[in-house]
């Protein structure tokens, strides 16, 4: 390919809105063009390389015996009502009516669409297992598209499904997909920098969860490690070693007064106790079954929520900040607010203030708290469960190690759906006892944008992108040097192309009218593996300059040892990828 015939063009000023360095880059080196917020348009090397990661994708799924389909991306209303996410799913979905005004949606994901083919085509447990996985266009309407890549509205994603008949067969083969996977991010260059954590099914449903996250520092997600174990966790799930709670009589109920303390901080200080001591009530409004709940958390006040835990219990779509005239509405107290007597509400406490005794918590009276409020006693909840965020310093769960904690970017997750769909879509097989079993299933993702970003976040230095040879948009870039009087530098660039593409190898070369400077500037912002420069001096020589894009030496070759030393390379690099 000819770099004079690209639609393509790279730019030397830092994009005033791009913060992530993978964003900043596939502007700058014309890998992509954005055309609205979130929503970009993939130019030639940007394509190409997203083709090379795809090409690994498919080579890994058929791998796992994982075969490729192709879904629609506009998909019915009635699947997504039968799996009962037509109304659980937020904004984040684009509803659209077609002529008829039949309600229906931008494929956010697949599940309901994978489930019905399942339904109308599996009859038996003869034909399980099952697998396949397509390569298809998704749109997520995100309220916050951020990191080019990394957060979009329109994506490609490599979803995966698997059908079995118990348990069992799920259970077996999620370590197929796991290791797929590895061998997928390994091949992409990322093999070092990509880790697995338990996570959250979230609203995929199902009854385990593994992401694999890309270590970065401007990661969205905090990821909770153990470097003694090797226990490691999105903090969305994270657990952790709770400590003994020591044996306390329960003590009257006391109404005290505190005026101006609304915070735990300024409550535990003016009546001298430690935070731990004290009840910290959180309200939220969570949309449950489509209708709007009150929920009053309640939370030792030395501890912080997670909201990813309370939504899971109390089965919320979504979750916001209540009002004060929300909170006061269920007849409780802005600053000083107290389960005791609450009307209307759904009162989740976690374990550490449902089995301790004697806290502080607020009277529900403005300038008073209580001392020595106790579950069972004073309130009864409606809800016991973790509700804790777990923090770096805190004792790992499996060997009570103190926690480190990193932050990371999903690069794809794989889940144990189980029945949730083929139970409620009615996907059923029969068993070999000729019994009705619904299908046991498996999802499995891979965002190929968001890989392609943490490829560049991983693979660049000052000058531009290292791309490693696996993905990278040609092998080898030949640079032609033209002096203000030819000396046949394009006719010998010529003839090594043709004779390199003859070689089987993918070639990119730069034959544009422009200055030297700005041909080698460009060859290391789109960071080609392999930089031949064709010049007037070293042909004289009968030389070749030869540079990797991630050393600093360079190399004369003789022009006849050219393709030769170039395959070597190229061997080489693949090797080591």
Known sequence: MRYSQLLTQTLRELPADAEAISHQLALRAGLIRPLASGIFSFLPLG?????????????????????????????????????????????EMMRVKDRADRDMCLAMTHEEAVTDLARHM?????????????LQTKFRDEPRSRGGLIRVREFTMKDGYSFHINQAGLDAYYPRMYEAYQRIFERAGLGDH???????????????????????????????????CGYQANRQVAIYKREAIEAESEKSLQKVATPNC???????????????????????????????KFIFAVLRGDHELNETKLANVVKAQALRPATDEEITAVGAVPGYASPMAVKNTIVVVDEAIA???????????????????????????DIVTDLIAVEKGMPCPECETPLNSTRGIEVGNIFKLGTKYSDSMGAKVLDENGKMQSLFMGCYGIGVGRLLAC???????????????????????????????????????EKLYEQLKAAGLDVLLDDRDERAGVKFNDADLIGIPIRLTVGSRGLANGQ???????????????LDQVVEHVQCEVKKLKTNN
């Not at 890994?60 to 799996?83: G, H, K, L």
């Open 47 to 91: 394509l190409r390389v997203k083709r090379n990661i795809e090409q690994i994708l498919r080579e890994e799924m058929e791998r796992a015996d994982c075969f490729e389909i192709s879904m629609p991306v506009v998909q019915p209303a009635e699947i997504w009502r039968e799996s009962g996410r037509w109304d659980d799913v937020g904004q």
């Open 122 to 134: 599996v009859q038996s447990y003869r034909q399980l297992p099952l697998s396949a996985f397509q």
């Open 194 to 228: 990509v880790i697995a954590v338990e996570s959250d099914p979230g609203m995929m449903g199902g009854t385990e969860a593994h992401e694999f996250m890309y270590l970065n520092p401007g990661g969205e997600d905090t990821l909770l490690l153990c470097d003694t």
């Open 262 to 292: 609304k915070t735990i901080e300024e409550v535990a200080s003016f009546l001298d106790v430690p935070q731990s001591k004290t009840a910290k009530a959180v309200f939220l409004i969570g949309t449950i079954n489509g209708e709007d």
């Open 355 to 381: 089995k301790g005794t004697n806290f502080v918590s607020g009277a529900n009276e403005e300038g008073y708290h209580c001392l020595n409020v106790n579950v069972g006693r004073d309130f009864d909840p």
């Open 455 to 493: 490829i560049i976040e991983a693979h660049h230095d000052d000058h531009g992108i290292i791309w490693p040879i696996s993905v990278a948009p040609f092998e080898v870039q030949i640079v032609v040097l033209t002096g203000r009087k030819p000396a046949g530098e394009l006719e010998a660039a």
């Open 544 to 558: 070749i300059e030869m540079k990797l894009r991630h050393e600093n030496d360079r190399s004369d070759v003789p």
